[in-house]
Protein backbone atom coordinates (compact mmCIF):
# COMPACT_ATOMS: atom_id res chain seq x y z
CA UNK A 1 0.00 0.00 0.00
CA UNK A 2 1.76 3.50 -0.76
CA UNK A 3 0.63 6.01 1.29
CA UNK A 4 1.99 9.91 1.37
CA UNK A 5 5.15 10.10 3.34
CA UNK A 6 5.31 11.98 6.18
CA UNK A 7 8.42 12.90 8.33
CA UNK A 8 9.65 14.90 11.54
CA UNK A 9 11.85 17.78 11.39
CA UNK A 10 12.58 19.81 14.55
CA UNK A 11 9.21 20.00 16.05
CA UNK A 12 6.69 19.87 12.69
CA UNK A 13 5.28 16.90 10.44
CA UNK A 14 5.21 17.71 6.70
CA UNK A 15 5.76 15.72 3.42
CA UNK A 16 8.98 13.72 3.00
CA UNK A 17 9.96 16.09 -0.18
CA UNK A 18 9.38 19.59 1.50
CA UNK A 19 11.60 18.61 4.42
CA UNK A 20 15.35 20.23 4.35
CA UNK A 21 18.04 20.99 6.79
CA UNK A 22 20.55 23.47 6.14
CA UNK A 23 23.81 22.82 4.09
CA UNK A 24 25.71 23.28 7.69
CA UNK A 25 23.94 21.32 9.59
CA UNK A 26 26.89 19.07 11.34
CA UNK A 27 24.97 15.77 10.28
CA UNK A 28 25.88 16.59 6.97
CA UNK A 29 29.58 18.33 7.59
CA UNK A 30 30.98 15.82 10.03
CA UNK A 31 28.77 13.21 10.23
CA UNK A 32 27.84 14.54 13.38
CA UNK A 33 25.12 12.80 14.76
CA UNK A 34 23.47 9.33 16.40
CA UNK A 35 20.32 7.38 14.82
CA UNK A 36 17.73 4.42 15.79
CA UNK A 37 16.06 1.86 14.29
CA UNK A 38 13.11 0.70 15.74
CA UNK A 39 10.56 -1.57 14.01
CA UNK A 40 6.64 -1.09 15.06
CA UNK A 41 4.32 -4.13 14.84
CA UNK A 42 0.78 -3.84 15.01
CA UNK A 43 0.82 -0.18 15.40
CA UNK A 44 3.11 -0.41 18.13
CA UNK A 45 7.24 -0.02 18.72
CA UNK A 46 9.05 -3.29 19.25
CA UNK A 47 11.28 -2.86 22.18
CA UNK A 48 10.71 0.77 22.65
CA UNK A 49 12.31 1.04 25.90
CA UNK A 50 15.63 -0.23 24.71
CA UNK A 51 15.51 1.53 21.55
CA UNK A 52 15.04 4.83 23.46
CA UNK A 53 17.63 3.62 25.89
CA UNK A 54 20.59 3.07 23.56
CA UNK A 55 19.67 6.37 21.84
CA UNK A 56 20.41 8.30 25.30
CA UNK A 57 23.55 6.03 25.22
CA UNK A 58 24.95 7.30 22.17
CA UNK A 59 23.74 10.67 23.04
CA UNK A 60 25.64 10.99 26.09
CA UNK A 61 28.88 9.42 24.42
CA UNK A 62 28.85 11.64 21.98
CA UNK A 63 27.91 14.49 24.03
CA UNK A 64 25.06 16.33 22.73
CA UNK A 65 22.07 16.52 25.38
CA UNK A 66 19.07 14.30 24.24
CA UNK A 67 16.89 16.74 22.71
CA UNK A 68 13.38 15.17 24.17
CA UNK A 69 12.79 13.08 27.16
CA UNK A 70 11.12 9.70 27.08
CA UNK A 71 7.44 11.45 26.82
CA UNK A 72 8.58 13.79 23.78
CA UNK A 73 10.31 10.89 22.31
CA UNK A 74 6.96 8.53 22.63
CA UNK A 75 4.51 11.15 21.12
CA UNK A 76 6.71 12.14 18.82
CA UNK A 77 6.92 8.30 17.34
CA UNK A 78 3.08 7.33 18.00
CA UNK A 79 2.39 10.60 16.21
CA UNK A 80 4.41 9.84 13.07
CA UNK A 81 3.11 5.97 12.91
CA UNK A 82 -0.37 6.97 13.48
CA UNK A 83 0.20 9.32 10.26
CA UNK A 84 0.67 5.90 7.95
CA UNK A 85 -1.51 3.52 7.05
CA UNK A 86 1.19 0.71 7.69
CA UNK A 87 0.49 -2.01 10.16
CA UNK A 88 4.33 -2.60 10.28
CA UNK A 89 6.48 0.43 9.84
CA UNK A 90 10.02 0.77 10.90
CA UNK A 91 10.96 4.21 12.44
CA UNK A 92 14.11 5.64 12.00
CA UNK A 93 15.53 8.52 14.31
CA UNK A 94 18.39 10.67 14.11
CA UNK A 95 19.96 13.48 16.00
CA UNK A 96 22.59 15.75 15.32
CA UNK A 97 24.40 18.29 16.57
CA UNK A 98 22.61 21.07 14.80
CA UNK A 99 23.52 23.28 12.03
CA UNK A 100 26.43 25.78 12.45
CA UNK A 101 29.86 27.89 10.95
CA UNK A 102 32.37 24.57 10.03
CA UNK A 103 34.81 24.09 13.11
CA UNK A 104 35.51 20.46 14.65
CA UNK A 105 35.11 21.08 17.95
CA UNK A 106 31.61 21.23 19.55
CA UNK A 107 29.65 24.80 18.92
CA UNK A 108 28.06 26.35 21.69
CA UNK A 109 24.40 27.47 22.13
CA UNK A 110 22.84 25.20 19.13
CA UNK A 111 20.08 23.18 19.17
CA UNK A 112 20.12 19.49 17.93
CA UNK A 113 18.60 18.77 14.67
CA UNK A 114 15.97 16.03 15.03
CA UNK A 115 14.57 14.57 12.84
CA UNK A 116 12.54 10.89 12.08
CA UNK A 117 10.39 9.11 9.27
CA UNK A 118 8.93 6.06 9.32
CA UNK A 119 8.86 3.62 6.43
CA UNK A 120 6.79 -0.07 5.98
CA UNK A 121 8.13 -2.66 7.16
CA UNK A 122 7.01 -5.42 5.14
CA UNK A 123 7.26 -8.78 6.08
CA UNK A 124 10.76 -10.34 5.22
CA UNK A 125 10.73 -12.26 2.22
CA UNK A 126 9.88 -16.14 2.82
CA UNK A 127 12.28 -16.68 -0.03
CA UNK A 128 15.33 -15.00 1.86
CA UNK A 129 13.58 -16.98 4.99
CA UNK A 130 13.46 -20.26 3.26
CA UNK A 131 17.06 -20.26 1.53
CA UNK A 132 19.19 -18.24 3.75
CA UNK A 133 21.24 -15.47 2.41
CA UNK A 134 25.32 -15.37 1.82
CA UNK A 135 28.02 -13.40 2.99
CA UNK A 136 31.59 -12.69 3.05
CA UNK A 137 34.73 -12.42 5.41
CA UNK A 138 35.99 -9.07 5.36
CA UNK A 139 38.45 -6.94 7.76
CA UNK A 140 36.73 -4.56 10.61
CA UNK A 141 38.63 -1.23 9.09
CA UNK A 142 36.05 1.10 11.01
CA UNK A 143 36.63 3.10 14.23
CA UNK A 144 37.23 1.89 17.71
CA UNK A 145 33.55 3.45 18.98
CA UNK A 146 30.72 0.88 17.05
CA UNK A 147 28.88 0.49 20.21
CA UNK A 148 27.27 4.34 19.26
CA UNK A 149 24.76 4.15 16.84
CA UNK A 150 26.53 7.02 15.04
CA UNK A 151 25.23 8.23 11.12
CA UNK A 152 29.25 8.42 10.38
CA UNK A 153 28.97 4.83 9.20
CA UNK A 154 31.10 5.45 5.93
CA UNK A 155 33.47 2.34 7.10
CA UNK A 156 29.79 0.13 7.19
CA UNK A 157 29.03 1.49 3.99
CA UNK A 158 31.91 0.84 2.25
CA UNK A 159 31.68 -2.83 3.52
CA UNK A 160 28.29 -3.64 2.45
CA UNK A 161 29.69 -2.14 -1.15
CA UNK A 162 32.31 -4.83 -1.16
CA UNK A 163 29.90 -7.51 0.00
CA UNK A 164 27.00 -6.52 -2.75
CA UNK A 165 29.76 -6.56 -5.48
CA UNK A 166 30.62 -10.23 -4.55
CA UNK A 167 27.22 -10.89 -4.68
CA UNK A 168 26.33 -11.10 -0.81
CA UNK A 169 23.79 -9.64 1.05
CA UNK A 170 25.79 -8.72 4.21
CA UNK A 171 29.58 -8.85 5.56
CA UNK A 172 31.19 -10.94 8.76
CA UNK A 173 33.64 -8.53 9.62
CA UNK A 174 36.88 -9.83 11.96
CA UNK A 175 39.38 -7.13 13.60
CA UNK A 176 42.20 -8.74 14.78
CA UNK A 177 40.96 -12.19 13.78
CA UNK A 178 37.93 -11.93 15.95
CA UNK A 179 34.61 -11.85 14.98
CA UNK A 180 32.60 -8.59 15.29
CA UNK A 181 29.54 -7.80 13.50
CA UNK A 182 27.82 -7.32 9.52
CA UNK A 183 28.05 -3.77 8.06
CA UNK A 184 24.11 -3.32 9.61
CA UNK A 185 23.56 -6.47 11.76
CA UNK A 186 24.77 -8.64 14.48
CA UNK A 187 26.65 -11.86 14.02
CA UNK A 188 26.02 -14.90 15.69
CA UNK A 189 27.12 -18.55 15.47
CA UNK A 190 26.01 -22.05 16.40
CA UNK A 191 28.31 -24.66 17.32
CA UNK A 192 26.91 -27.75 18.59
CA UNK A 193 23.40 -26.57 20.15
CA UNK A 194 25.05 -23.69 21.62
CA UNK A 195 24.98 -20.01 20.12
CA UNK A 196 27.64 -17.59 20.36
CA UNK A 197 28.10 -13.86 19.94
CA UNK A 198 31.42 -11.97 20.45
CA UNK A 199 31.26 -9.86 23.71
CA UNK A 200 29.38 -6.18 23.83
CA UNK A 201 32.01 -4.14 23.94
CA UNK A 202 33.43 -0.94 21.90
CA UNK A 203 33.65 -3.30 19.03
CA UNK A 204 30.12 -3.51 17.86
CA UNK A 205 27.16 -2.26 18.20
CA UNK A 206 25.12 -3.76 20.91
CA UNK A 207 22.02 -4.78 19.00
CA UNK A 208 18.51 -4.83 20.63
CA UNK A 209 18.23 -8.01 19.52
CA UNK A 210 21.33 -8.77 21.74
CA UNK A 211 18.84 -8.71 24.60
CA UNK A 212 15.92 -10.56 22.20
CA UNK A 213 18.48 -13.27 21.41
CA UNK A 214 19.47 -14.24 25.33
CA UNK A 215 15.23 -13.93 25.94
CA UNK A 216 14.83 -16.41 22.65
CA UNK A 217 17.74 -18.52 23.75
CA UNK A 218 16.35 -19.05 27.39
CA UNK A 219 12.66 -19.69 26.03
CA UNK A 220 13.86 -22.05 23.28
CA UNK A 221 16.13 -23.87 26.25
CA UNK A 222 19.21 -23.03 24.12
CA UNK A 223 22.62 -21.94 25.43
CA UNK A 224 24.04 -19.08 25.20
CA UNK A 225 27.58 -17.47 25.50
CA UNK A 226 29.14 -14.04 24.83
CA UNK A 227 32.51 -14.65 23.98
CA UNK A 228 35.45 -13.71 21.34
CA UNK A 229 35.42 -15.69 18.23
CA UNK A 230 38.29 -16.53 15.73
CA UNK A 231 37.78 -16.54 12.40
CA UNK A 232 38.13 -20.12 12.14
CA UNK A 233 35.17 -21.30 14.92
CA UNK A 234 33.02 -18.83 12.16
CA UNK A 235 33.84 -21.09 9.51
CA UNK A 236 33.53 -24.30 10.99
CA UNK A 237 29.87 -23.14 12.69
CA UNK A 238 26.81 -25.36 12.20
CA UNK A 239 24.88 -22.82 11.87
CA UNK A 240 25.60 -18.23 10.87
CA UNK A 241 23.02 -15.91 11.73
CA UNK A 242 22.16 -12.45 11.83
CA UNK A 243 19.73 -10.19 13.59
CA UNK A 244 18.60 -6.50 13.24
CA UNK A 245 15.84 -4.87 13.31
CA UNK A 246 15.12 -5.20 9.79
CA UNK A 247 15.92 -8.12 8.71
CA UNK A 248 15.16 -10.19 12.76
CA UNK A 249 16.95 -13.17 12.76
CA UNK A 250 17.56 -14.23 9.16
CA UNK A 251 20.16 -17.48 8.23
CA UNK A 252 23.33 -16.85 6.75
CA UNK A 253 23.60 -19.49 4.63
CA UNK A 254 26.68 -19.59 2.71
CA UNK A 255 30.02 -17.43 3.90
CA UNK A 256 32.86 -16.68 1.06
CA UNK A 257 31.47 -18.94 -1.34
CA UNK A 258 30.89 -22.04 0.79
CA UNK A 259 28.16 -23.33 2.37
CA UNK A 260 27.18 -22.92 5.78
CA UNK A 261 26.73 -26.47 7.70
CA UNK A 262 24.02 -28.15 5.51
CA UNK A 263 23.94 -24.89 3.76
CA UNK A 264 20.10 -24.33 4.34
CA UNK A 265 18.67 -22.29 7.26
CA UNK A 266 18.96 -24.70 10.38
CA UNK A 267 17.11 -26.12 13.11
CA UNK A 268 18.10 -23.63 15.54
CA UNK A 269 17.64 -20.62 13.09
CA UNK A 270 13.91 -22.43 12.69
CA UNK A 271 13.49 -22.23 16.65
CA UNK A 272 14.82 -18.71 16.83
CA UNK A 273 12.79 -17.54 13.82
CA UNK A 274 9.70 -19.10 15.52
CA UNK A 275 10.61 -17.09 18.74
CA UNK A 276 11.02 -14.10 17.14
CA UNK A 277 7.97 -14.39 15.68
CA UNK A 278 6.01 -14.92 19.18
CA UNK A 279 7.80 -12.66 20.82
CA UNK A 280 6.93 -9.39 18.53
CA UNK A 281 3.27 -10.23 18.46
CA UNK A 282 3.37 -11.27 21.92
N1 LIG B 1 21.30 -1.40 12.01
N2 LIG B 1 25.29 -3.69 14.13
C1 LIG B 1 25.20 -2.66 13.26
C2 LIG B 1 26.46 -2.08 12.73
C3 LIG B 1 23.94 -2.17 12.89
O1 LIG B 1 23.86 -1.12 12.04
C4 LIG B 1 22.76 -2.79 13.40
C5 LIG B 1 21.39 -2.33 13.03
C6 LIG B 1 22.91 -3.86 14.30
C7 LIG B 1 21.72 -4.55 14.91
O2 LIG B 1 21.11 -3.74 15.89
P1 LIG B 1 19.55 -3.88 16.21
O3 LIG B 1 19.30 -5.32 16.58
O4 LIG B 1 19.31 -2.98 17.34
O5 LIG B 1 18.82 -3.48 14.94
C8 LIG B 1 24.19 -4.27 14.64
C9 LIG B 1 20.06 -0.78 11.61
C10 LIG B 1 18.94 -1.72 11.39
C11 LIG B 1 20.34 0.14 10.42
O6 LIG B 1 21.38 0.77 10.44
O7 LIG B 1 19.50 0.24 9.53
Not at 149 to 170: D, F, H, I, P, Y
Request: proline content about 7%; hydrophobic content about 45%.
Amino acid sequence: MSAKQIVYLNGDFLPIEEARVPVLDRGFIFGDGVYEVVPVYGGRPFRWAQHLARLERSLAKVGIANPLDTAGWTTLVDMLVARHPWPDQFVYMQVTRGVARRDHAFPKGVAPTVFAMTSEFPPVAPALLASGVSAISLPDERWLHCDIKSTSLLGNVMARQKAVEAGAAECVMFRDGFLTEGSASNIWVVRKGTVFGPPRDNLVLEGIRYGLMAELCERAGLPMELRRIVHAEVLAADELLLTSATKEVLAITELDGKPVGSGKPGPIWNRLHEAYQQARTA
